[in-house]
């Protein structure tokens, strides 16, 4: 079974950062894309961020780019959302997600969601 | 990217049959036959309900179907039950190599 279980979630000031990360188990980590997700409040879903299956291709929502950086580490199944510069909208619950390939062109879809951590910017 | 463009809501009653649209550009929807659709209830996860435009995961009813016209994507839910309830969501891949979702269906199952 694919488990999938954000944490780093948290409060954070405007201007601030926080690392999102996302252990995975159940499934062969290094043979697929990853993707962050979020969802704002009442909202709906926006893509944010996706990586191929070995980390040599990164794409991002114009939403974020120069802001976040999105990484892997095959060697602990782990996928993580590094954001910086922080805005109140970026305020969202941020799933991470399994995509269905290896993300060599981009990330296309998703068979696997964890839970979801939230993020709350705010003063 | 522009979000894809979704209905608001729609409704049906059980056992009907029921079309959630989603319509995008000539950069994303009409380029690509790389159309997934997900379902989401109140405070889960979504779920991956349609990839590639009309195939579907393993295991997942064939109550559910998909289909792509020039920049339209479709997604129809036959024999409407009760726990069909819930957000629909379009996502498409694009020109620029990142993904854009549509802006979500709330199904009522009257």
């Known amino acids: 079974e694919v488990q999938l279980l954000e944490s780093g979630g948290g409060l954070v000031r405007p201007g601030g950062s926080l690392r999102l990360s996302c252990p995975a188990s159940?499934?062969?980590?290094?043979?697929?894309?990853m993707t962050w997700v979020r969802q704002a409040p009442g909202r709906g879903l926006e893509w944010v961020s996706g990586i191929s299956d070995r980390g040599g291709s990164k794409y991002y929502a114009a939403s974020v780019k120069g802001r976040f950086t999105i990484s892997r580490d095959n060697s602990k199944n782990t996928l993580y959302l590094q954001m910086n510069s922080l805005r109140a909208e970026d305020t969202a619950v941020y799933y991470c997600a399994k995509d269905r390939g290896n993300g060599d062109y981009g990330v296309i879809s998703f068979d696997s969601w964890g839970q979801g951590t939230l993020v709350t910017v705010s003063s | 990217q522009s979000a894809l463009t979704q209905p608001a809501s729609v409704s049906g009653s059980p056992g009907q049959s029921i079309t959630i649209s989603c319509t995008g550009t000539?950069?994303?929807?009409?380029?690509?036959?790389?159309i997934s659709w997900y379902q989401q209830h109140p405070g889960k996860a979504p779920k991956l309900l349609i990839f590639?435009?009309?195939d579907r995961p393993s295991g997942l009813s064939n109550r559910f179907s998909g289909s792509k016209s020039g920049n339209t994507a479709s997604l129809t839910i036959s024999g409407l039950q009760p726990e069909d309830e819930a957000a629909y969501y379009c996502?498409?891949?694009?020109?620029?190599?990142?993904?854009?979702f549509g802006g979500g269906t709330k199904l009522t199952v009257l």
């Open positions: 996502s498409s891949y694009t020109s620029s190599s990142t993904l854009v």
């Open positions: 159940g499934f062969s980590f290094n043979s697929f894309a």
């Open positions: 590639d435009v009309s």
């Open positions: 000539r950069n994303d929807v009409g380029l690509y036959n790389y």
